[in-house]
Nanobody
């Protein structure tokens, strides 16, 4: 599985962005998908996850109510809609795929496949 993240950019605080992650392969609809981010000088952290059929979602407390994860299995794509962006949301955002068929989770170790990352910068 190859993952290609896109949609990052520079936005003012309070603005919005939508990230996309396109996946190759015919079994995308069997994977739980996640978004993670890494700010300069910090460890990578969990942002959001969505189950294989979109029926379940899970968010980090820091983004709950502002970010929305969704997926379109027909397009092999997962999205992260980010509203009310804050300077502390500045990071490289990564999408990841979990093919383990386990429950939705936030641990990096669950996710076997990773995209290359897309930069999100929020100015104050």
């Amino acid at each position: 599985v190859q993952l290609q993240a896109s949609g990052g950019g520079l936005v003012q605080a309070g603005g919005s962005l939508r990230l996309s992650c396109a996946a190759s392969g015919r079994t995308f609809n069997m994977y739980n998908m996640g978004w993670f981010r890494q700010a300069p000088g910090r460890e990578r952290e969990f942002v959001a996850a969505i189950s294989w059929n979109g029926g379940s979602t899970y968010y980090a407390d820091s983004v709950k109510g502002r970010f929305t994860i969704s997926r379109d299995n027909a397009k092999n794509t997962v999205y992260l809609r980010m509203n009310s962006l804050k300077p502390e949301d500045t990071a490289v955002y990564y999408c990841a795929a979990d093919d383990s068929l386990r429950a939705l989770g936030e641990k990096e170790g669950l996710y076997r496949y990773w995209g290359q990352g897309t930069q999100v910068t929020v100015s104050s």
